[in-house]
């Protein structure tokens, strides 16, 4: 017997999420359309991962100050602090074309682990973004760089048992914290007038896939989502806290499908994988990309029946390992179709020649780590070439040395605030109180309004040594 588009779009999601009792109660309010009905139970979910995750109910101002800037083959490096919530702040970069032909679309980064703004992959993508005449946002993540007590690079902290204990004991999770700081940046972007805001995407890689994973199911406001070097797959519960944590927790709300069709119809989801990668698909047996593409295969009827058909789509490279594929050819074509590439027709953008990363990280002598330094990963990767001269981390510095340390950009100063205050919303929620917050009795996120504020003046450049810490990875990201 067919089934009308109604049922069939009930089926789909409803079938997605497990068919959980919660979710198939009818709505308040009579009958609704399929994309209706649809966009309130996604809505559901999204509320109940933002309290799982800890995201904060409220929003403080930003009081975005500026660190001076930096003027480097045709792009321009703003640097900037702003505040995330009450006693956590930030350093970040902006990344821009000298001179942007109109307004601009905009690309926040995520971070792979022991990633930051200065970490080669995330460097390279920021300037290469901001040469197609976009602009890139790039934060330290908690722990990382000028965010960590020593302004070290590479040193994982927030991987630690105790930091992940710490923070769900107070009510957040460390992928919250994560999450949070990028729609936080979100919020800066839209004080900006040159940044076009119905043109806002997020791109990382491995950890920074799964962040960019979780931005794109909680955050309506974005237009793109690269996940890259990451699963749709129950073989990421299997990985560290920080991801272990949150996605244990997802899968008591929703399957994988579900999961990646929170995003729909938006968002344009890009997710990026080589099919070697055995950092991911630990097991080597392609468990992780079957069920990745099982779970595309099922959010892209969502997506079609929401009018979004064609907005969510796998690619992976052949004998590819952990590369940082948000970088690659194929992703600027994604940006290129779903944000825009001002001056770049897309045969300009395909025709790019190529440079292998390995020799590029050699010749400007960066050294890459022994786990991932390889041809299977980093050093196999092929990026576009368009000529693009790495800054160090000296360079990129934007806090004055005498902050380094200080609790409002340090993991143990974000801890000890949020247990003396309470600002978390119980992570260790039973499913009841889940089933709540799912069914719209909770208390979702609302996205405040920002006042769009325009830029300010360049101030003294601060320049401080960030020492890097080339630690090794125990495990995979």
């Known amino acids: 017997m067919s089934m009308s588009l109604t049922s069939r779009l009930v089926w789909a999601v409803t079938a997605a999420i497990g068919m959980t009792a ?14 209706a009905e649809a966009a309130a139970r996604h809505a559901a979910v999204r509320s109940a991962l933002r309290q799982m995750l800890g995201i904060p109910a409220n929003r403080c101002p930003l009081r975005p100050e500026p660190r001076g800037q930096i003027e480097h083959d045709e792009v321009v490096i703003e640097k900037w602090v702003w505040t995330i919530e009450p006693g956590s702040r930030t350093p970040a970069l902006i990344y821009r074309p000298k001179h942007p032909p109109e307004k601009m679309p905009a690309i926040v980064l995520t971070y792979g682990h022991g990633g930051s703004k200065s970490s080669w992959q995330y460097h390279y993508a920021g300037l290469l973004y901001a040469r197609l005449g976009l602009v890139c946002a790039a934060i330290d ?22 930091a992940s204990d710490r923070a769900d004991a107070a009510g957040r999770l460390i992928m919250g914290k994560l999450v949070f700081d990028t729609m936080r940046t979100i919020d800066y972007l839209l004080t900006r007038n040159d940044i076009a805001f119905e043109r806002i995407g997020v791109a990382g890689n491995s950890l920074g896939g799964a962040v960019a994973s979780y931005v794109a199911a909680v955050e309506p406001r974005i237009r793109l989502a690269i996940v890259s070097g990451w699963a749709y797959d129950d073989i990421t519960l299997d990985t560290k806290l920080c991801t272990r944590l949150p996605n244990e927790r997802m899968r008591r709300l929703c399957d994988w499908p579900t999961f990646a069709a929170l995003a729909a119809p938006g968002c344009a989801l890009w997710i990026a994988n080589g099919d070697a990668d055995v950092i991911i698909d630990r097991r080597g047996d392609g468990q992780a990309w079957r069920g990745t593409r099982r779970a595309v295969r099922e959010a892209s009827q969502v997506y079609a029946a929401l009018g979004g058909a064609g907005k969510i789509k796998t690619w992976f490279e052949p004998g590819g390992g952990h590369r940082p594929y948000f970088a690659y050819k194929v992703s600027l074509e994604w940006i290129h179709e779903h944000l825009g590439a001002p001056d770049w027709p897309l045969e300009r953008i395909r025709d790019l020649p190529a440079v292998n990363a390995g020799q590029w990280c050699d010749r400007y002598g960066i050294q890459l780590e022994r ?40 993991l143990e100063g974000w801890l000890d605030l949020i247990e003396s205050h ?9 499913d009841r109180s889940l089933r709540t917050a799912a069914t719209g009795h909770g208390h979702p996120l609302h996205a405040q309004h920002v006042s769009r504020q325009s830029l300010v003046g360049d101030a003294s450049q601060a320049e401080v040594a960030v020492g890097f810490d080339p630690r090794r990875a125990p495990s995979g990201e």
Not at 141 to 149: A, H, S, V
Not at 401 to 406: A, K, T
Not at 422 to 430: P, R, S
């Open 22 to 35: 919660w979710l198939t109660t009818p709505l308040a309010g009579g009958q609704e359309s399929p994309a």
């Open 141 to 162: 993540p908690i722990g990382e760089e000028e965010r960590n007590r020593q302004g070290r690079m590479g040193t994982r902290a927030h991987d630690a048992r105790w």
């Open 371 to 410: 786990l991932y330094g390889t041809p299977l990963h980093w050093r196999g990767a092929t990026l576009p070439d368009l000529g693009i001269r790495p800054l160090s981390p000296r360079r990129l510095a934007v806090l004055h040395p005498d902050e380094i340390g200080r609790p409002e950009y340090t």
């Open 422 to 430: 309470g600002t978390g919303h119980g992570t260790h929620a039973d």
